[in-house]
């Protein structure tokens, strides 16, 4: 139970933020939020070595219990090493925002809200249990990232990455809760556990692929996969704290945690390997090849962390095929999945501390971009360092963390090669290759990117501010990141034992019984005969050859033009959507009345006859119809005058008189078939119209008073003759399949031992039926009242005239 | 009877359905009258339409006509009078303020365009 609470600290925590910012103005906000996620760090520390003995940790929250719906945290390997990211690094990142945003220009009350909002997202995606929480807590996550990207919300870029990155990542989302959706009831479950539990009996329902994809939708949406990877760079006008903390360490991974958690389920799909390890492919190729097409160094960073992302992600795509293979060659795939989660430990670790780099530059010189920096190295030496080490262990260089993440990523990826399941004999002899270019283009970038701050001559003098090292407690963070960097290097088997084997245990429960069962050493040397160790010699060189002759080739990027990019279509998407909605909605509201009866009319008509075809209304019988008289007729010949004479009158005046004459012919038919009370009513009612008629013919402005007939429209005229027609054929078909007998017999024989009355209809107005008579009295009072107010009430010319004295 | 009294409904209905298509508002308070008319016709005509005694029990018939759906028709009628009332003095005034009798006029024009 505490432990689903704790996932709710940091928001609840959230709620004093404002009252701090606004009480002690003395004491940067950030110090008090710094508590928050040490505090959680130091709690989820302790579950490292409890995990070994006692297995996952659950605990549940009923939230709607008639719906099955709860909050269930459930720590295994897994969880524990994202909570561990999510509230390490996040102390990290508070400690360095508290020196790099300034307590007296920015509203910190805002950021920290959202940053400990976000953390408690973050928490919760990854132990949450239940599909529905998960998705909520993945939406908050959205929320929060579009709250901290737009958080300059006065610029325009900010407020444009915002939009983009939320349309994208909901968009996911959404899809994402379809899939979860169907697996749920595939499996009659939302606990992740238990569909983990029947996975082989899931493959076999016909939703399974379809659910496969939603969710990589989902997956890929967050996690920056190609072609998705467009709101990442835009998000980049988020503070750098946030960039560090949401667009590098945490959100992107939220996808990863998902395709790691859900692997289980999916990895038995051939669809689930080849997405997974497609996607992961071309992105990677995509991201390391314009990272260095990018000028500005947070849109480097970015573009570098889409293609790690994409490197971790098909490292969970060849994981996924362990399911498939037996054997000594099944080991390699085994591997895959230590190596996702090794790297992505590594990438969290470098990838945050570049970020804060980056934004220690931006701080210092008043610039991120990389054409006007350069020789900063000599200035800050210590930003230097620590960039120097986060690049080159992004570059794959031993003795960085780096090093060996790429390594074994080689090592999974020339593994492909041997597989031949699902078309792998064909395709797979590629992906080393395109793996080692990405490779080669991820040193060019990490190159480029240290190069051009730190070491090119440049002219200081060219930059807003004069520029000097940073505060020392800015450097704190990445100074503890880095080292991280090259303590991982020289313990990885340690760091393997206590946080990796653990998640490949979540990721592979089929394979192994207990995390210590897993027997793979990282290895920093693997000896010269390995395939891997030349191929990153490989890279070193020809990656060095790319960079030093950057300027010949970089012309390339201006080759495909700018029209064809992700982000055009993206703009063009939504443009035409804004556009074309716009343009849909014009086409038929047109603002006329006339316009939109004819819709209601034809749809009237096409539902109505439709249905009497269809459901077979059309059985005509005159078996008990009433003979025709010679009265009637000639009434039929008055009215059916009287409604042509309206249609045809010259005169309106014409049409008023002849619609009384249709009226008093209708009195007629009620004197003929028996409706004494009927025929009077109709005498009166109808004068009265005709009077007001002319009423309101009297009072018609003097320019409409030039009469003309009504010209003949043939729209019109074909509406209301199918309207017409459907009557008839309703009035014809109800009138011949009269299944039950009136109940008017009854009225018929109490209405004077009842009731005590002689007038039938009378005495259902205001005895059988009473009600309906006490509301149309309602009806004809409040028409009343309504006409008085309309004529005595002259509001809105007493308002125009006060406006116009005003 | 009843066959013929359905053509009639049709043709007062086309009629009503033409006049309210189009742009006069006048024109429109006429065809919803027409309307008014074909639709109690049709309640009538549907109950069944005899040749005998009004529903009044003092003159002794034994056949009289069905009263529930007369009861039904006077309720209407009294309710389209009340609208109809209602609808031309908001016409009317409509004239008044506005001074204008076509429906095109009298639409709002929006901002953007």
Redesign the interface.
Known sequence: MTQVLLIFLPVVCALLIPLLFKKLPSIHTGWFVLLVPASLAVYYATFVTKLENHGPYTSTFHWVKSLDLSFTSYIDGLSLLFSLLITGIGALVVLYSIFYLDKNKEQLHNFYFYLLMFMTAMLGVVQSDHLISLYLFWELTSISSFLLIGYWYNRDKSRFGALKSMMITVFGGLMMLGGFLLVANMGDTYSIRDLVAQAPTLASSPYFVLALVLILLGAFTKSAQFPFYIWLPDAMEAPTPVSAYLHSATMVKAGIYLVARLTPIFAISEYWIWLVLGSGLITLFWGSFFALKQTDLKGILAFSTVSQLGLIMSMLGAAAISLHVDGGSSAIFKFAAFAAIFHLINHATFKGSLFMIAGIVDHETGTRDIRKLGGLMSLMPISFTVAAIGSLSMAGLPPFNGFLSKELFFTSMLALKEFTLFNFDTWGAIIPIIAWVASVFTFAYCLYFLYNTFIAKSDYKELPKKPHEAPFGMLISPIILASFVVIIFFIPNIIGKYFVKPAVLAIQPQLYRSASEIDITVKAFHGFKSTELWMTIAVVIVGFILFSTMKKWRKIYTLVPEKWSFNHLYDQLMLAADVGSKKLSNLYMT????HY??YM?ACIVALVVTTLFLKDGFKFS?A??????IF??AI?IV??VG??T??LAKS?LT??IA?GA??YS?AL??II??????AL??LV?ET??VA??L???Y???KR?RIEER?PF?IN??L???G???M??LL??S??SQKLIP???QY??DT??TEAG?????NV??VDY?GF??LF?IT??S???M??IG??KLRL?RKEKKSHENE | ????????????????????????I??I??GT??LS??A???I???????????????EGAKN?????P??L???A???S??????F??????A???L??????EL??K?KDD
Do not use: C
């Open positions: 603002g006329a009345i006339r009866l004819m009319f005159f008990h119809t009433a003979k025709i008289g009637e007729v039929v009215l059916i409604t042509l309206v249609l309106r049409a008023i619609l249709v009226g209708v038919f009620f078939f028996n409706a004494p009370d009927l009513t109709q009612i009265v119209s007001l008629f009423l309101a013919f009072h018609l402005p409409y009504m429209k019109n005229f509406i209301a003759l309207v017409g027609i009557v008839t009035a014809l109800a009138q009136s109940i008017s009225y018929k209405v004077f009355g002689g007038n039938i209809v259902i107005l039926r309906d008579t149309e009806v004809l409040i028409a009343g309504a006409i309309m004529i809105s | 009877m009843e066959v013929l009294m359905a053509f009639v409904i049709g043709f007062l209905f086309m009629a009503a359905v033409y006049l309210i298509l189009s742009k006069s006048l024109r308070i006429i009258g027409l008319h074909g109690h016709l049709l009538l005509t549907m109950g069944g339409l005899t040749n005998d005694a009004p529903p009044v029990l003092a009289m006509a069905d009263p529930l007369q009861a028709i006077l309720t009628i009294v309710i009078f009340g609208v109809t009332a209602f031309l003095v908001l016409a009317y005034r004239y008044q303020e001074g204008t009798d076509n429906i095109d639409r709002g929006l």
